[in-house]
């Protein structure tokens, strides 16, 4: 990005947050008070839409009343909410939100209008958040950090008690400031499909594969990746091969990414289509295996049994942890240990 942008950016934004008002600084949160929420994460990748639904789902279990609000990045982040009844309206901002000034400007006027009781700052160190939240003019402001970066904020909740990764930092930061439970389990990642979604995509699947059999697993494999989260073809062939030899009547297949090219030619593939039928398409699979990457988020949030692999990102901050979800560190491991790994997963009938 240009750094004359960025300062420019960085500029606007610390005057922005100048002109929030403090009021209520630590004061106790009446969450029976609660009728509409802010919730705040303009990131633009897929992943991050994706790490927002723990944090919905703990607003639909602490505030069962409230109305929530997003402000998200990319326009399909509407797509990907869909299943949250709680979820009233989606808004979206653009990466570079100074670019597209009447889109800003009403954002502007309408955030101080619609009556927020709760908002919140769900990201990491994002200006953009930090001024959808005080701009809000909500009774409450809660965020994570301290000192200077507690600007606009009534709650100022420390990094150290939000933990690292995530999607779980701002259900702990929600958690902290209600004073409730902290230590309970966070929920996974949920894109909450629906049944004819499912059917569709099990119908798919099965013509590609045939139906579903515990001795014969159907097993997909997600081989795209950007920059250095990106695994070369010789190590799917290598752990094809691994895979093929510890459980020798798997059934294997590529999902293809949205480019239309295949990674893996000697495999049947089956193409992403929209989001949500590629979710669904990922959850009709016994397992799937993933390189580091936004079909890796969308896989998790389909519930599949995942093994998401890294060797660049730091799993602690960014890896799959639901139920049979794991993320395998790579660079240690021969095919294999990767291969055993991932067919640990696998339920079992």
């Known amino acids: ?7 420019a950016r960085r500029a606007v934004a610390r005057r922005l947050l100048r002109t929030s008002a403090q009021a209520d600084i630590n004061a106790p949160i009446d969450a029976a008070s609660i009728t509409r929420v802010l919730v705040a994460r303009p990131n633009h990748r897929l992943g991050n839409v994706l790490l927002l639904t723990p ?6 279990r602490l505030l069962p009343q409230a109305r929530v609000d997003v402000l ?8 990907l909410l ?3 009844a709680a979820v009233a309206r989606v808004d979206t901002l653009s990466a570079r939100p100074l670019h597209q000034p009447r889109a800003l400007w009403a954002l502007w006027r309408a955030l101080p209008r619609r009556g927020y009781v709760l908002a919140l700052d769900a990201a990491e160190h994002s200006q953009s958040a930090r001024w959808a939240a005080t701009r809000s003019a909500a009774r409450w402001r809660v965020g ?3 000192g200077d970066a507690a600007a606009g904020l009534t709650h100022a909740v ?7 990764h995530q999607a779980q930092m701002p259900v702990r930061m929600l958690r902290a400031a209600l004073g409730v439970d902290p230590d309970a389990p966070v929920p996974p990642l949920a894109l909450r499909l629906r049944a004819t979604e499912r059917a569709v995509a099990e119908a798919r699947v099965s013509t ?4 579903r059999d515990a001795v014969a697993p159907r097993i997909g494999l997600f081989a795209e990746a950007t920059g250095t989260k990106r695994y070369d073809s010789a190590f799917w062939q290598a752990l094809i091969a691994a895979l093929r030899a510890q459980m020798a009547q798997v059934r294997l297949a590529e999902i293809v990414p949205a480019h239309g090219q295949p990674l893996l030619p000697n495999l049947p593939g089956l193409h992403t289509a929209p989001l949500r039928a590629a979710a669904a398409v990922c959850a009709s699979f016994d397992l799937l295996i993933a390189a580091d990457s936004g079909l890796m988020h969308l896989a998790a949030a389909s519930g599949v049994p995942l093994a998401g692999l890294f060797q660049a990102t730091d799993p602690s901050r960014y890896g ?15 095919s294999a240990d990767i291969a055993r790994a991932a067919l640990q997963l696998l339920p079992r009938a």
Do not use: H, I, K
């Open 1 to 7: 990005m240009n750094p004359d942008w960025q300062a």
């Open 55 to 60: 944090l919905l789902q703990e607003l639909e």
């Open 72 to 79: 998200a990045g990319p326009p399909f982040a509407a797509c």
């Open 82 to 84: 869909d299943g949250y």
């Open 144 to 146: 994570m950090g301290g």
């Open 158 to 164: 420390p990094y150290a008690r939000c933990g690292m």
């Open 208 to 211: 590609l594969l045939g139906l």
């Open 320 to 334: 799959p942890y639901g139920a049979r979800q794991r993320a395998l560190v790579t660079q240690s491991l021969a």
